[in-house]
Structure formats: structure tokens, C-alpha cells
């Protein structure tokens, strides 16, 4: 059986920051489409160079290059035991594809983190993230103790080329057209557990800790 868990949500919910404090706690890889995608582009692969006009618009990648890149992940060894998606599915057919590699013996739980466009910009517009090793701040919520310098390893503190409040906009209404109908889908399905994503870190643990044991 493998523990596998799904954050949904638009962009700015905190699926990073949860997701990054769950790997921990249940020890099972997270696994962010978003990073994928940006270690590709960073490394100027094939896949990378098709991806990045999109990115940068704040529009999807398409599925196939998406899908191919998360299907080499979870078949993995480190997935054996389980692992948690930030960032996938983001369609339908992203969703169709997850269902086939999902058995019946697994433990599916999808947490829907929620929140307000106003609030996510303001979150998006503040969110610094360290370059070396992705950990993620908010300029005023969760800075850095040293301006521009991450507590963990020192790295230097950057702001993602889509943080800014024109192409936020845009990721919020891709999510609405492409990514809300996953509410329904995995409504249907018995594995859904919306949580608040306007709040602090502890309080969305505390809401996931309901649905999934450590
Ligand atoms: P994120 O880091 O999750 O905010 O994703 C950043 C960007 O990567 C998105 O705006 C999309 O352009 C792309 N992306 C990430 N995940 C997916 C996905 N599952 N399907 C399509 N595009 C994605």
C-alpha cells in the first residue's frame, strides 16, 4: 500500500509549504511539476525549452510533456512507499492519467487548500524562494532572518519570473478553467478533504492530521 496524497489548489495556496512539511513528517517524496518544469528549463533540456514560452505566460505546459516527466518519478524507488503532488493533475487528462498508476491497495487522500484571488496575490507577490535549495518565504509572514539570504543554506533568495501580479492574475484563471474541475472529480470519487489555505502552516497540518496518521 502506498501513501498517496494529492495537494490541489491555486496557485499561492501553500502546497509548496505543505507539501515540503509533510515529506518530512510521513517521510514519502514530494513531488512539484512546477520544480520539474523549472529544473528543466534550468538545464536546457528538450523539454525544458518547450515548456519555458508557457511558463513564462502563465499558461499550462502541455500534457504530454507533463505527464511523461511525473510518470519517470512516481514509478521511481523512492515512491515505493508513497509520495505527495504539488502541482499535478492540473487537468483532466493529467487526472486520467494518475488513475492508472494508482491501484486499489493504495491510500488516496486529496487536500484542497482554498483561498481567495486577493489573498493569493498578495501571497504570490511576497513569496521569495531560495535558489539553491527551494525553500520558500514571505517577505513579511515568513522572512528570511537575514534579508535575502535563506536560514537554511545560505542560498540567495530570488523571486520566480512569474511571481508578479500580471501573470498571477493569469495563473488564477487557468486554474479556474483547467484546474477547478478536479474539485468535482475527486469529490466523486470519496478522497476529498478541503482545508483552509489562507492560513497559518501549523493550522492546515493540524486539518491534513484529520484525514492522514502520524
Ligand atoms: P507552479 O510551480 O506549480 O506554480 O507551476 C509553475 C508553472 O509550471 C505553471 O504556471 C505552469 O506553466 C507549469 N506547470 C506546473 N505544473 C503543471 C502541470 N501539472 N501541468 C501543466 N503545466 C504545469
Redesign the pocket.
Known amino acids: 500500500m502506498r501513501n498517496i496524497i494529492i495537494l490541489l489548489g491555486p496557485?499561492g495556496a501553500g502546497?509548496?509549504t505543505v507539501g515540503s512539511e509533510l515529506s518530512d513528517i510521513l517521510n514519502i517524496p514530494l513531488i512539484?511539476?512546477?520544480?520539474l518544469?523549472?529544473e528543466n528549463v534550468k538545464k536546457c533540456t528538450v523539454s525544458g525549452e518547450k515548456?519555458q514560452k508557457?511558463?513564462d505566460?502563465?499558461?499550462?505546459?502541455?500534457?504530454d510533456?507533463?505527464i511523461e516527466m511525473?510518470e519517470g518519478r512516481v514509478s521511481g524507488e523512492k515512491c515505493k512507499e508513497g509520495f505527495i503532488l504539488?502541482?499535478?493533475?492540473?487537468?483532466l487528462v493529467?487526472a486520467e492519467m494518475l488513475d492508472k498508476i494508482i491501484s486499489d491497495k493504495d491510500a488516496l487522500n486529496v487536500f484542497y487548500l482554498k483561498a481567495g484571488d486577493d489573498f493569493l496575490v498578495n501571497r504570490l507577490s511576497n513569496r521569495r524562494v531560495c535558489g539553491n535549495c527551494g525553500k520558500i518565504y514571505h517577505l513579511v509572514n515568513i522572512p528570511p532572518k537575514k534579508p535575502g539570504v535563506c536560514d537554511v543554506c545560505g542560498g540567495h533568495l530570488v523571486q520566480?519570473q512569474?511571481d508578479n501580479e500580471e501573470i498571477i492574475r493569469k495563473?488564477l484563471s487557468?486554474y479556474r478553467d483547467l484546474t477547478a474541475p478536479l474539485l468535482d472529480y475527486y469529490k466523486k470519487k470519496g478522497v476529498f478533504y478541503p482545508i483552509p489555505g489562507d492560513t497559518d502552516i501549523k493550522r492546515m497540518l493540524g486539518e491534513i492530521k484529520k484525514t492522514v496518521q502520524w
Do not use: N
Not at 32 to 35: I, L
Not at 58 to 63: A, Q, R, T
Not at 86 to 91: E, H, I, N, Q, V
Open positions: 496557485p502546497k509548496g512539484s511539476s512546477g520544480d518544469l523549472r515548456a508557457y511558463m505566460a502563465g499558461e499550462l505546459v502541455p500534457d510533456i507533463v511525473i504539488d502541482g499535478f493533475p492540473r487537468t493529467q520566480r512569474d495563473r487557468v
